[in-house]
């Protein structure tokens, strides 16, 4: 059973542009995370997601950023008119469920690190 | 707004040694408490939880304190190893998903 994929691993982009990170959850989790990670800090929430549907985006800015987790294919979150301040590490996690047995435990991926110049 | 406070931010420990690292939070709606281990280019991985019902909770060399009444929690890391250097994050949440608050880390390094 494959673990949380995320792509690309580094993501090199200019002032300006767009960012696209992937993030593909394990078999039969239908519950994405997504956090950001800036150097010597701690992870912070962005937003969580279900199939088709935003359920907390109370951590993403709310201008340039934007995350949606279609029917099919992986979860991306988008990072538009990317700036210095957005250089950080990516990190999305998924789970089976909510709550209850084990079904909250957030399995991570391996994360985008992205550097914007 | 840091919701959960954790300390040190560097730990240096000799091998065979104990590792401790505290950490402390402030909304009592908090009822899950995971803990996650990070190497370098690395996701974090789940190491142990607990929720509040237990005082204490063990696994392998790798034991979490909680105490409700001081709203705080610790990880003890027995007879430590030079592979457990990692940084070490405590996170919470509540409700019906989970919404991880994390610690801002621990960089632990055990040496020889």
């Known amino acids: 059973n494959a673990g949380v994929m995320q792509n690309p691993r580094h993501l090199v982009r200019r002032r300006g542009q767009e960012a696209r990170l992937r993030c593909s959850p394990m078999?039969?989790?239908?519950?994405v995370y997504w956090y950001r990670q800036l150097p010597e800090e701690g992870l912070k929430f962005m937003v969580y997601?279900?199939?088709?549907?935003?359920?907390?985006e109370s951590g993403m800015p709310k201008e340039r950023f934007s995350a949606e987790f279609p029917k099919e294919g992986p979860s991306i979150l988008r990072i538009q008119q990317v700036v210095r301040g957005d250089s950080a590490a990516y990190f999305c996690?998924?789970?089976?469920?909510?709550?209850?047995?084990?079904?909250?435990?957030?399995?991570f991926g391996p994360g985008t690190r992205l550097l914007v110049l | 707004q840091q919701q959960v406070k954790q300390s040190p931010q560097s730990l240096i420990v000799q091998k065979g040694g104990i590792s401790i690292i505290n950490c402390a939070y402030e909304?009592?709606?908090?009822?899950?408490f995971p803990w996650y281990q990070q190497f370098p280019g690395k996701g974090p991985a789940l190491l142990i939880a607990i929720r509040p019902d237990v005082s204490e909770k063990k696994e392998g060399r790798f034991t979490i304190s909680f105490n409700k009444s001081a709203k705080q929690f610790s990880l003890h890391i027995m007879d430590s190893q030079p592979g457990d250097s990692a940084t070490y994050f405590c996170a919470a949440s509540y409700g019906g998903y989970q919404k991880v608050t994390f610690g801002i880390g621990t960089k632990l390094q055990v040496i020889p």
């Open positions: 078999k039969g989790h239908s519950h």
């Open positions: 997601l279900q199939k088709e549907n935003i359920i907390d």
């Open positions: 996690a998924s789970s089976p469920g909510a709550r209850g047995a084990g079904q909250e435990t957030q399995y």
């Open positions: 909304n009592t709606a908090f009822d899950y």
